[in-house]
């Protein structure tokens, strides 16, 4: 799954069928995350993020499989071989597509956490980035259509990890914001010592707990709703 490659050498344009059927793939998401918005499971935002989802591993998958001429079946099966070849040859090219590599699911794990509705563990993100580049892998070797290399594997997960992380931080930032103005909120209407001590206290241990668990456990403005 070489990225500089994809949009200078492979790339072409989409076939009538495959545009139908990445049409219809789409037009069932929207009809099911409809669905889901209406019964109040997931929010407008959930919603977007999930159809961009799907339409961003859609234009990966087009660009980096089916849209690729067939040549012969290729593989590389030794890990790491790439920075091998940077650190040895000096290979600039070749660190550029490794980079590149890295940002190709940076997008979809911004959208992980946006899709959960709270703060994503890293590890997670970092599985759901390789198993992501291993489908694309595993298809690009069985119908001949790039390269099979562990490396892409691990460059797409950090990547999908690095863009979970960024959104999980400013996600962690907007809760703590949320929790500052509620408690004075609550402050400000009673005029108990001993309830603004126990807010306090609360309020302290939101930060303690994490995203997740804040999430979970108490009931406030949350930053994409």
Not at 24 to 31: D, E, G, N, P, S
Not at 58 to 78: N, P
Request: hydrophobic letters at 50%; one cysteine or more; charged letters at 20%.
């Amino acid at each position: 799954m070489d990225i500089y490659q994809i949009w200078t050498t492979y790339n072409k344009k989409w076939s009538k069928y495959e545009i139908l059927a990445f049409s219809v793939l789409l037009l069932l998401t929207v009809i099911v995350v409809a669905g889901c918005v209406c019964r109040k499971k997931i929010n407008i935002i959930q919603a977007m993020a999930i159809v961009t989802m799907v339409i961003f591993l859609g234009i990966v998958f087009g660009s980096t499989v089916f849209t690729r001429t067939s040549t012969i079946r290729q593989y590389e099966l030794i890990p790491f071989w790439s920075w091998k070849a940077i650190f040895k040859y000096k290979d600039w090219e070749l660190l550029k597509e490794n980079l590149l590599n890295c940002i190709l699911l940076l997008p979809a794990g911004a959208l992980l956490p946006i899709i959960a509705n709270h703060k994503v563990k890293w590890y997670r993100t970092l599985l759901f980035g390789v198993l992501v580049s291993a489908v694309i892998e595993t298809s690009q070797l069985v119908f001949m259509r790039g390269l099979f290399e562990w490396d892409d594997m691990i460059h797409n997960g950090l990547g999908c990890m690095i863009g979970s992380m960024i959104i999980n931080l400013f996600m962690k930032n907007k809760i703590r914001d949320c929790i500052i103005i509620n408690v004075r909120r609550k402050q400000e209407v009673s005029t108990d010592p001993l309830d603004r001590i126990y807010m306090v206290s609360n309020s302290q241990a939101l930060f303690r707990d994490g995203l997740s668990e804040t999430h979970q456990r108490f009931s406030f403005p949350y930053p994409f709703e």
